[in-house]
């Protein structure tokens, strides 16, 4: 919804990190710019801060994770400048335990028959220019480059398959662009590279390109 300047959204839906839970969170968002006159594509031109945050509970209705954020836009003419950082709060030990399998696996619980592995704590944040470029090249063509870096307080984390993996510091440069090919239907192609940042994580690619084809209601 919107009211004056302001504007809002709230959400309930299940839990993020884990199967069991439910997350309730929201955003406000503050427009600085009291003309709202509206650019390319109807794209707002001005300035809007936000603040958002959600609460992350498990099946006890206890708080598992807290992420906070902060966000901030600046739309004029062709340039596009978005920006956000976040910072997660894990509320809940975890530990290590070593499964019959052989795979170590990181759970939540207050036991003391496991190995402290400590609370989670993350910060992540990004840069992000876009460039309309409608008005040039007579299609409906969005570029966009990007910065963006997650900092965990953890040394380790959890692999696609339960099992606990080295993981640090994440820098990323993406560049792509964007092709809308109707009202609802959008072609996108992006190319990241972690600029020699890495995890130990199976699948973790330090250069990928990606091709999407994106539906919108």
Do not use: C
Not at 4 to 32: C, E, P, Q
Not at 106 to 129: E, V
Request: aromatic share 14%; hydrophobic share 35%.
């Amino acid at each position: 919804g919107a009211w004056k300047m302001f504007n809002y959204s709230v959400y309930w839906t299940d839990a993020l990190y884990a199967n069991d839970g439910h997350t309730i969170g929201g955003r406000l968002g503050l427009d600085l710019d009291e003309s709202h006159e509206v650019v390319h594509r109807g794209v707002p031109e001005g300035i809007e801060i936000g603040v958002s945050h959600l609460s992350e509970l498990d099946g006890n209705n206890n708080i598992r994770n807290s992420v906070y954020g902060a966000d901030l836009s600046v739309n004029y003419d062709m340039w596009h400048w978005q920006n956000e950082v976040m910072y997660l709060q894990g509320h809940q030990n975890s530990f290590i335990e070593t499964g019959e399998n052989g795979f170590t696996s990181i759970i939540y619980n207050f036991s003391n028959t496991a190995s402290p592995f400590g609370k989670n704590n993350q910060l992540g944040y990004h840069s992000t220019f876009v460039t309309d470029l409608e008005n040039i090249t007579k299609h409906p063509i969005l570029a966009f480059a990007r910065f963006s870096r997650w900092q965990p307080s953890q040394n380790l984390g959890l692999d696609f398959d339960g099992s606990t993996v080295a993981v640090g510091d994440i820098s990323m440069v993406s560049l792509g662009v964007n092709y809308k090919l109707g009202e609802h239907l959008a072609f996108k192609f992006e190319y990241n590279d972690s600029l020699g940042t890495k995890t130990k994580e199976r699948y973790f690619d330090e250069k990928m390109g990606i091709g999407q084809m994106i539906m919108s209601f």
